[in-house]
């Protein structure tokens, strides 16, 4: 017998991929991130105009994990994923020839919704896949799909971008992508692949009371509080990898070390999120107020970025990314031992309200970095904190 953490060679499979498909679809949105010091002198953007592009992708994204969510039921997806990597491909391609703001902005509204879809679809691939004590980790690796992006796009830029341009680089995601494509078409043709949207719910006899429609109530209201607070954390934390490379170049680092400082701090946070999902499988943390801690330690780690010297910037973006950014998997997993009967749609609503944190959040910093980025990153910290009290207020409710 395994333990809840041993991934069989099916959920394996599943796992694999849906950490894949989040990883190509998070792509566009932290090469821009990680390569913006060097877009902003071709492109002539501003702070605002950066936020604005990122929190597109977010919103857009939001439609599709809504979409997808109410679509899909019980289909056979062999070809979705690989489908959306391809498009995920194919707009990679297209910023490669973009030209100024707009149309960044809508390329990036293109790849969130993409995003979205590759997402809610591999939330469901695991919930259908997955043993529910196995989950901390597969959504561990899952939910490692953004730094994964961030550190891909952050050892870009002292490796290719210096060599062959911020261009060359899209180019390169586009045709990397396009292999992953072919791959994961083959992986998901070896497995079957019905996903599982929603779980049977025990029939009510015809006039008799549903004893579970109380618990099912107070379960949602449980849900929708967490995923609020989940979600504004969402909109700092997003906020942080969008413009963390930029305000590291601003204090004093060279294009290459911020580059480098971000490519660490985010594998930190990458092993983070799988290390926390392990822990949470063996029952070593409560993956709620395990959650509500790393929020409140992310906000000290913003709240050392604002003073804005080296030492500061540093041990700050390992607090706010290592461990503030480190959360994800858990909010997922707490969301769907919640609500088991719902399957993986239960995720939407954490899911969604990610995104649209995502959405208020980088376009918001954005707009406050204009009066100075202190101010932005004393902000980002109120939310974070504000955020990591909800989210234990939303545990201290019936389940």
Excluded at 72 to 92: D, E, K, Q, T, Y
Excluded at 353 to 360: D, K, L, R, S, Y
Aim: charge should be positive.
């Amino acid at each position: 017998m395994t333990d809840g953490s041993t991934l069989g060679p099916r959920t394996h499979t599943a796992t694999l991929v849906a950490a894949v498909m989040a990883t190509v679809g998070s792509l566009p949105v932290f090469l821009l991130s990680s390569q913006v010091v060097l877009m902003r002198a071709d492109l002539d953007l501003t702070s605002a105009e950066q936020g604005i592009i990122v929190s597109t992708f977010f919103t857009t994204a939001a439609l599709g994990t809504t979409v997808v969510s109410y679509v899909i039921r019980a289909a056979h997806l062999v070809a979705v994923p690989a489908i959306g990597v391809l498009a995920s491909a194919a707009v990679c391609g297209l910023f490669a020839a973009t030209t100024g703001f707009v149309l960044c902005l809508s390329f990036m509204a293109m790849a969130g919704v993409v995003h979205g879809a590759l997402q809610m679809v591999g939330n469901m691939l695991l919930v259908s896949k997955v043993r529910t004590e196995g989950l901390g980790l597969a959504f561990g690796l899952k939910q490692s799909a953004g730094p994964a992006a961030l550190l891909v796009g952050a050892l870009a830029v002292p490796v290719v971008s210096t060599a062959i341009g911020w261009r060359g680089t899209f180019l390169v995601a586009a045709a990397g992508s396009a292999l992953v494509a072919a791959g994961l078409r083959r992986a998901l043709a070896r497995m079957s692949s019905t996903i599982v949207a929603d779980r049977p719910a025990v029939p009510v006899p015809s006039g008799a009371a549903d004893p579970g429609e109380t618990r099912r109530r107070a379960g949602s209201a449980r849900q929708t509080v967490f995923a609020v607070g989940s979600g504004c954390a969402s909109g700092a934390v997003n906020a942080l990898a969008a413009f963390l490379p930029a305000w590291a170049f601003l204090s004093g680092y060279s294009v290459a070390a911020a580059a480098l400082l971000t490519a660490v701090v985010t594998a930190g946070s990458l092993l983070m999120r799988i290390g926390l999902g392990v822990a949470a499988d063996r029952g070593l943390v409560r993956p709620a107020r395990t959650t509500a801690v790393a929020m409140v330690i992310g906000c000290v780690g913003l709240l050392l970025l604002a003073r804005g010297d080296g030492t500061s910037v540093m041990v700050g973006a390992v607090l706010a990314v290592m461990v503030g950014w480190g959360w994800t998997g858990l909010a997922l997993v707490a969301s769907v031992r919640n609500r088991t009967e719902l399957g993986g749609r239960t995720s939407r609503g954490v899911q969604t309200g990610a995104f649209v944190g995502g959405a208020v959040g980088p376009a918001g910093f954005g707009l406050l970095a204009g009066y100075g980025y202190p101010l932005a990153w004393w902000a980002a910290a109120g939310v974070m904190l504000a955020s990591g009290l909800t989210v234990l207020f939303a545990e201290r409710l019936p389940r």
